[in-house]
């Protein structure tokens, strides 16, 4: 399995982005999804994770309520909106995959996923 995360950049205090992560392979929606991100020095943050099916969303306390996590499984694609950016979000925002069965199965764990992407930057200006 292949991630390619795409759609970081730099922006303002209060802009939005959209970060979309394609998957390679024809079983995406076999697999549970999940966005995380890091800065230098620091452990891997768990952002959000999304059932395979989608059905079930979770969110870290520090983004939730500004961030929304979605999947389109005919496209292969997770995605991850951002709103009302803040600087603190500054970071290396990192998507993964890892292939389960159960349709109610999702992780906040970074250890637990099997697949990273290459991540992609977002920086957020004050």
């Known amino acids: 399995v292949q991630l390619q995360a795409s759609g970081g950049g730099l922006v303002q205090a209060g802009d939005s982005l959209r970060l979309s992560c394609a998957a390679s392979g024809r079983t995406f929606s076999s697999y549970v999804m999940g966005w995380f991100r890091q800065v230098p020095g620091k452990e891997r943050e768990f952002i959000a994770t999304?059932?395979?099916?989608?059905?079930?969303?979770s969110y870290a306390d520090s983004v939730k309520g500004r961030f929304a996590c979605s999947r389109d499984n005919a496209k292969n694609t997770v995605y991850l909106h951002m709103n009302s950016l803040k600087p603190e979000d500054t970071a290396v925002y990192y998507c993964?995959?890892?292939?389960?069965?159960?349709?109610?199965?999702?992780?906040?764990?970074?250890?637990?996923?099997?697949?990273w992407g290459q991540g992609t930057q977002v920086t957020v200006s004050s």
């Open positions: 999304i059932t395979s099916s989608g059905v079930r969303i």
């Open positions: 993964a995959a890892k292939t389960v069965r159960s349709v109610f199965y999702s992780s906040t764990k970074a250890d637990d996923y099997d697949y």
